[in-house]
């Protein structure tokens, strides 16, 4: 091993030079946000220098890098422009102390629990805020005194740019920084450990050196020392103020709100020591106390400079503080060098990160979670933008609680006649709980007397104990009235049918096991399919996430990702034949689900060996070992055969889940006129139980180029294909019925 080896691979080397490529990134993100902020670039600097040691050193997550953060800059703003410069101290150190008590009182994780529609508004109202602010300062003009202001200033400020050339030299030097920003992501990947913001910054540098445009540049004291001054005590006495007072908690909330949410996507980024949250509260609880005394800028957890420490292979704490100790250091020994920055290159990187913290990707998300998420996240950011950050902020919160208040009071209870059969249908929407309890008693105690009443549950959210014995009652009363009642669960229990003895406590023990033990067969039936035009692993993972993410639980959805994310990235999963199977037990998970990826290019491995991967089936199920290695057992033996081929040919979902149902039980049946099966249209499913075979299933139908699983009510329609599962004796009359061949084979029945 050479020198050069033994210095890479040297733990204490990789904490030296990842630290150095941090400091990098820090650095014009600390002037930027000082700037922004309205105060001097030094504060900014020693702001780091603070963060990075004190913070750093005391962090409960390892692997957080802290500093002045560009979400914290609309409140400082508001802070100095609502109570002045001098206050600005006295309320990061009480905001620090706030900080450290909730991390000794254990309530920290707490902050967690914030709806992320509320945090993500907050995150992009703050980004709109510091665009359209820093926009100004990019074109030379002086920001206004609101953010519907500069919001509105910037069309007028853009055309005097290009119609009067007022403040030209600004804006050109502005659009050069961000071009160089955006245009490094696709810069070599050996050139990229100097980060895009300060390539911008040296190019802004740069062409000032070059052309000395008259522009404005960093302003640094003679001395090269920044004016501190320690808080006294007659401006602790202003924290008396309530408006004073309300101004620390908003900025306790959002640096620790942001600390907590960068904490958590940094987490998710590797597998190492997660994050101890109260101790991480304390840290930055401390680094605030410190920061307030000296007259500094707040700070928080800064996703930018953290995500870079993990990329960099970070493993501990160290590097988080020697990047505050090489601030310390270019400030003793290179200040001077700030002089030559100019300060529209430092808008421009603020302007970007402003793009930046309005998240597109979240919304698009949070558009998948309904439209009152929707609404809380833009009541929230118009809050923020129009009002101000703490105003903004309850209003999420207030919209946030009203709708939870909505989703657990709310349901809805309709009922109708169906007109072919005469049968009552009632259908039930929302969660029913104890809260709707009499809204649910009233319509049911309207029914007709001695009908026969099919009751579905398929559009509830959730089923509390009041409710489910107050329908086992009514059930119980209805029949001996005469009446007939069927009971169908469909997205709770899948399809699941109470015993007429059961009590409702049994009922509840045996919901989960009835949707745990499904058979591979009507796994199968159902799987999912999705095809994708170009997929990598790392896309793969956001792939299968979205399409479970409408049936499962947000706790449940978030272990399937960080389960899938190991076992994609690391391949550690079983390959037959050119078909992958990721398999994952989820603690806490009622329904089990098949996920089947059909890549238009196949996809390579990390093992040279190993076969290219054709297709991928994901087992996502319970924490039940036997089922689930039951059916693992049955789709690697369909594998083994020719299941790969199959899927390849397999044009629509229900040729993909016939492929993997091919050595099992089963027929497919197309309702055609002028054939026996033209029996089938028009009925309901649960009108076919004196025609099919008993014990068959009707587990799938095709109609219109789509497939979807079937409920009782399901009426049929001419041309179905119907994938109807079950003994290998009632298939075969099934198919001596209703399919038509001249000859009959042998062991699969297939249409």
């Known amino acids: 091993m050479t020198w050069q080896d033994r210095l890479v691979n040297n733990s204490f080397s990789k904490n030296l030079l990842a630290s150095i490529v941090i400091f990098l990134v820090a650095l014009p993100l600390n002037l930027g946000i000082a700037l922004a902020s309205g105060v001097s670039p030094t504060v900014g600097i020693l702001t780091g220098i603070v963060a990075g040691i004190v913070a750093g050193s005391l962090a409960g997550c390892p692997l957080q890098v802290s500093g002045p953060a560009a979400g914290l800059i609309a409140i400082v703003w508001q802070i100095v422009d609502a109570h002045g410069l001098e206050m600005l101290g006295p309320v990061v150190l009480a905001?620090?102390?706030?900080?450290?008590?909730?991390?000794?009182?254990g309530l920290a994780p707490w902050f967690r629990a914030v709806a992320p529609s509320v945090i993500q508004g907050m995150l992009a109202g703050i980004g709109i805020l510091i665009f359209a602010s820093q926009f100004q300062v990019m074109?030379?003009?002086?920001?206004?005194?609101?953010?519907?202001?500069?919001?509105?200033?910037?069309?007028?400020?853009?055309?005097?740019?290009?119609?009067?050339?007022?403040?030209?030299?600004?804006?050109?030097?502005?659009?050069?920084?961000?071009?160089?920003?955006?245009?490094?992501?696709?810069?070599?990947?050996?050139?990229?450990?100097?980060?895009?913001?300060?390539?911008?910054?040296?190019?802004?540098?740069?062409?000032?050196?070059?052309?000395?445009?008259?522009i404005q540049y960093v302003s640094l004291p003679s001395d090269g020392l920044p004016e501190l001054s320690v808080v006294g005590t007659s401006l602790l006495m202003g924290l008396l103020s309530p408006s004073v007072l309300g101004s620390v908690l908003a900025l306790a909330f959002v640096a620790t709100a942001q600390t907590l949410l960068t904490a958590t996507a940094i987490d998710r980024m590797h597998n190492g020591d997660k994050t101890d949250y109260n101790r991480e509260v304390i840290a930055q609880g401390a680094g605030n106390t410190v920061c307030g005394a000296l007259g500094l800028l707040p700070i928080s957890g800064v996703i930018v400079r953290s995500a870079t420490n993990v990329e960099a292979g970070a493993t501990s704490r160290v590097r988080a503080v020697l990047h505050g100790v090489w601030i310390a250091l270019f400030f003793l020994f290179f200040a001077n060098l700030l002089g030559y920055v100019p300060l529209p290159a430092l808008a421009a990187v603020l302007v970007y990160t402003g793009y930046r913290l309005v998240n597109f990707k979240a919304i698009k998300n949070i558009r998948k979670f309904g439209s009152a998420e929707f609404a809380i996240y833009m009541i929230t950011l118009v809050g923020v933008v129009a009002i101000d950050l703490l105003s903004g902020i309850v209003l999420g919160f207030l919209c946030s609680a009203a709708h939870l208040i909505y989703t657990v009071t709310h349901c809805e209870v309709s009922s109708f006649e169906d007109q072919e059969t005469g049968a009552l249908v009632v259908e039930m929407r929302g969660s029913a709980t104890f809260f709707t309890l009499p809204r649910l008693a009233d319509e049911l105690i309207r029914l007709e007397p001695a009908r026969e009443v099919h009751l579905f549950l398929s559009g509830l959210n959730y089923i509390d104990h009041a409710c489910l014995e107050h329908i086992m009652g009514w059930e119980e009363s209805y029949i001996e009235d005469g009446g007939e009642v069927y009971i169908e669960w469909d997205h709770l229990i899948q399809r699941f049918k109470k015993p007429r003895s059961a009590s409702p406590t049994d009922l509840e023990q045996e919901l989960p096991r009835a949707r745990s033990h499904e058979s591979y067969d009507v796994l199968a039936s159902r799987a999912r399919i999705v095809k994708a035009d170009k997929l990598s692993w790392n896309s793969l993972c956001d792939v299968i996430t979205d399409e479970l993410r409408e049936v499962l639980p947000s706790p449940q959805l978030m272990q399937l990702q960080k389960g899938l994310q190991e076992q994609l990235l690391k391949q550690n999963f079983p390959v037959v034949n050119g078909v992958a199977i990721p398999h994952l037990m989820i603690p806490g998970l009622l329904r089990r689900e098949l996920v089947v990826v059909q890549p238009k290019v196949a996809m390579k491995t990390l093992d040279p060996t190993s076969d290219d991967i054709q297709s991928l089936v994901i087992l996502v199920g319970p924490k039940d070992f036997t089922e689930h290695l039951n059916i693992l057992a049955r789709l690697s033996s369909r594998a083994e055969e020719e299941l790969a081929t199959d899927l390849g040919s397999a044009e629509t979902p229900m040729a993909v889940r016939e492929a993997l149902l091919r050595h099992e039980t089963y027929v497919t049946v197309v309702v055609e006129e002028g054939q026996a099966s033209a029996e089938f249209q028009g009925k309901m499913l649960w009108q076919l139980s004196d025609v099919l075979p008993k014990g068959c299933l009707v587990a799938s139908v095709f109609r219109d180029g789509a497939s979807f699983v079937p409920t009782g009510t399901t009426a049929l329609k001419l041309g179905d294909r119907l994938l109807i599962l079950g003994s290998q004796e009632a298939c075969r009359l099934l198919f001596r019925k209703y399919v038509h061949r001249e000859e009959e084979p042998a062991e699969v029945y297939v249409a």
């Open 139 to 214: 074109l030379e003009q002086k920001p206004e005194a609101s953010g519907l202001a500069n919001l509105a200033a910037i069309p007028g400020a853009v055309w005097r740019v290009i119609t009067e050339g007022t403040g030209h030299p600004s804006a050109l030097i502005g659009v050069a920084t961000i071009a160089v920003i955006v245009g490094w992501a696709w810069a070599p990947k050996r050139f990229k450990v100097v980060p895009g913001s300060l390539m911008g910054v040296i190019a802004a540098v740069a062409l000032a050196l070059i052309f000395q445009p008259s």
């Open 95 to 105: 905001a620090g102390i706030l900080q450290i008590a909730l991390g000794l009182t």
